[in-house]
């Protein structure tokens, strides 16, 4: 394996080449805040009568939350219960909408797209940079909901919240292919 030095800003280190680097997945459980969920709500309206599922949630996920509040119905499961997105799966449910762990996002959306149901996951927009969403929605329409601003996520220890350009990645869920939103729900901008 090849090594290259590199020098940035008065810092040097090594970087390695040709090796996977992938988180351990220690930051993974980050919460989303009820303005990054609401934008949803004016997409749901055709599904008003569909089962949510909220595969990474539990009964205090703003997901969960703001989607009982708003007359949907929701089931929800989390790791946690033992219900793991890899294996587990209700015995009923239409469509998809959570925040998934930033790790393991192929395999994430290899399985969501494997159920052919809509859904809307909120991933990082530095991961169209990589060749696994391109290769995964080679053939199925990838649709964005983008927002204009970065996204801020509560995190479950004392440490600061912290901030990602994001983007719900869905399929078969919104009604134009990309949307760019603020996080005002009353003012969402369709560029055509």
């Not at 909220?54 to 119905?73: A, L, Q, R």
Request: contains cysteine; aromatic residues 18%; positive net charge.
């Amino acid at each position: 394996m090849k090594n290259l030095m590199f020098r940035t800003k008065g810092k040097s280190g090594y970087l390695m080449l040709n090796k996977n680097i992938i988180s351990s997945g220690k930051n993974d459980e980050c919460y989303t805040y009820k303005y990054a969920v609401e934008p949803l709500l004016q997409f749901l309206k055709p599904f008003k009568d569909k089962l949510i599922w909220c595969p990474f949630d539990d009964e205090n996920s703003e997901f969960v939350k703001v989607f009982i509040e708003n007359g949907y119905n929701v089931v929800f499961s989390h790791i946690k219960y033992g219900q793991d997105f890899y294996t587990y799966e209700p015995k009923k449910w239409d469509l998809i909408i959570s925040n998934p762990p930033f790790t393991g996002k192929r395999q994430i959306f290899e399985r969501a797209l494997s159920f052919n149901k809509p859904f809307a996951l909120l991933m990082t927009l530095d991961w169209l940079n990589d060749s696994a969403p391109k290769q995964l929605f080679k053939y199925k329409e990838l649709q964005l909901l983008m927002f204009e601003k970065r996204m801020e996520f509560k995190r479950n220890s004392s440490t600061k919240a912290i901030t990602f350009s994001s983007a719900y990645y869905c399929w078969n869920f919104l009604p134009k292919q990309i949307i760019i939103s603020d996080f005002n729900t009353n003012q969402i901008k369709l560029n055509f």
